[in-house]
């Protein structure tokens, strides 16, 4: 059995022999938290809803000056609102954005609409940003794809078990794909059947 070491361990100390204490960050005016959402939405793209939470959270982790003297916060809503007429936060191109990232990854109609609504998008232009019945087809073929599902499956795996069928399509149904999607998937014989399937809601997109 191995012996424990009687060191004990000691804290090094700065060359000179002191040692240097954290300060505390300083509470914020509203330049410091203007200056503080202008660096986040300068490295992240955002929605409104998210900036709002994140300069939320600074104020409260920092606190804001005068607070002692019942001083009112910095006004977020009022931070927000100028953000986005100067175009730094566009719900709309966020949301698009957004969705077009998740559907590559293979996530479906659901899983889309529960990440918007996460991020304060509203009804209505997660209504305006749905992704097409051809967009989403191609979404779930590619979760196929990348899951080895259906068709895409390695050769040997029991198609035809029913167990194994109700486990796919719950994965299908976790990632947001429509029930009726999964199993045209799983019941596809060859991933050419798939293809076509996803191109045949493509031109229909396309002669409409």
């Given amino acids: 059995m191995a012996m424990e070491s009687s060191q004990t361990s000691t804290t090094r100390k700065p060359k000179g022999g002191r040692q240097r204490e954290r300060r505390p960050p300083l509470p914020l005016d509203a330049q410091r938290l203007e200056e503080l959402a202008l660096a986040y939405v300068a ?3 955002t929605s409104a809803g998210r900036l709002t939470a994140y ?4 104020l409260h982790e920092r606190g804001h000056v005068g607070a002692a003297d019942g001083l009112p916060p910095p006004d977020i809503d009022a931070l927000v609102g100028r953000f986005v007429v100067k175009g730094y936060v566009d719900d709309g191109s966020y949301a698009r954005a957004k969705t077009g990232g998740l559907l590559r990854r293979g996530y479906g109609a659901r899983r889309v609409d529960q990440v918007l609504r996460a991020d304060a998008i509203s009804e209505a232009l997660r209504d305006a940003t749905a992704p097409s019945d051809a967009e989403l087809r191609e979404a779930a073929a590619t979760y ?9 499956a390695r050769k ?6 029913p167990r194994l ?3 796919q399509l719950a994965a299908f149904l976790r990632a947001g794909h ?4 999964a199993r045209h998937i799983l019941a596809a014989r060859s991933s050419d059947e798939v293809d076509d399937w996803v191109a045949e ?3 229909i997109q396309d002669d409409s």
């Fill in 144 to 152: 196929a794809r990348r899951r080895g599902l259906g068709p895409y």
């Fill in 201 to 203: 809601a493509r031109q």
């Fill in 178 to 181: 429509a029930s009726s999607h």
């Fill in 43 to 45: 490295r992240f793209a």
């Fill in 55 to 58: 300069c939320k959270r600074k």
């Fill in 156 to 161: 040997g795996a029991a198609a035809t078990d």
């Fill in 165 to 167: 069928r109700e486990k």
